[in-house]
């Protein structure tokens, strides 16, 4: 069974970059035919997804995010992260890595057939 591990730091200041890194076992992120995503969840709010890294290392990342971030991975640590930067209060938030077989609807939760836990990410001051 897949498991994806979530890491990074809980707290980051306002304007810095913050990075997240998704540990995944039990399946090789190099697999075909699936998607490695990151999506996030506000305080009160619902899902957004903020991009993908496919098996075969093509990436896509949710344009209203704009070029603050980037998706990348280590295939000899089974790991794909997270970069952000000129983060604001607004990017607080829980962060979660997820795998899928299909990507039509990223924004929604039964999309994904596994999860990792979350972490929780506040950016202040």
């Known amino acids: 069974q897949v498991q994806l591990v979530e890491s990074g730091p809980g707290l980051v200041k306002p304007s810095q970059t913050l990075s997240l890194t998704c540990t995944v076992s039990g399946d090789s992120i190099t697999t075909a035919f699936y998607y490695w995503s990151w999506i996030r969840q506000p305080p009160g709010g619902g899902l957004e997804y903020l991009g993908h890294?496919?098996?075969?290392?093509?990436?896509y990342y949710n344009p209203s995010l704009g070029s603050r971030i980037s998706i990348s991975r280590d295939t000899s640590k089974n790991q794909f992260t997270l970069q952000m930067t000129s983060v604001t209060s607004q990017d607080t938030g829980v962060y979660y890595c997820a795998r899928t077989g299909q990507i039509s609807s990223p924004g929604r939760s039964y999309t994904y057939d596994s999860w990792g836990q979350g972490t929780h990410v506040t950016v202040s001051s």
């Open positions: 890294i496919f098996y075969s290392g093509n990436i």
